[in-house]
Nanobody, 126 residues
Framework: QVQLVESGGGLVQAGGSLRLSCAAS????????WGWFRQAPGKEREFVAA????????YYADCVKGRFTISRDNAKNTVYLQMNSVEPEDTAIYYC???????????????????WGQGNQVTVSS
């Protein structure tokens, strides 16, 4: 099975930057789409960004467009989320996810992804 290991979370000042990493092992070579989600206390898990194989098409939630960038390193089997100009509203636990199939707009839904990382706490201070 696919195993995802996250790193890079922590405390950052408002307006600063942070980069999250998600490294895959197992049969991750068959992964078709990678996603980043986040969940704040008392809120549902929400879509942040996604990137596909092999096209490299990217998708973003409106609230992070222009600030966050999702990218991939195929050689390292790793996906990144570069977070710039962070805001206190970005505070959440961030999860990476992966799926071996594509179902159109369902890429925005958590239940589309069978594989998940352990989560990384990102706290933005004001």
């Amino acid at each position: 099975q696919v195993q995802l290991v996250e790193s890079g979370g922590g405390l950052v000042q408002a307006g600063g930057s942070l980069r999250l990493s998600c490294a895959a092992s197992g049969r991750a070579f068959g992964t078709y789409i990678w996603g980043w989600f986040r969940q704040a206390p008392g809120k549902e898990r929400e879509f942040v960004a996604a990137i596909t194989w092999p096209s490299g098409s990217t998708y973003y939630a409106d609230c992070v467009k222009g600030r966050f960038t999702i990218s991939r390193d195929n050689a390292k089997n790793t996906v990144y989320l570069q977070m710039n100009s962070v805001e206190p509203e970005d505070t959440a636990i961030y999860y990476c996810a992966a799926a071996t199939y594509w179902s159109g707009p369902n890429y925005r839904e958590p239940n589309h992804y069978p594989y998940w990382g352990q989560g990384n706490q990102v706290t933005v201070s004001s």
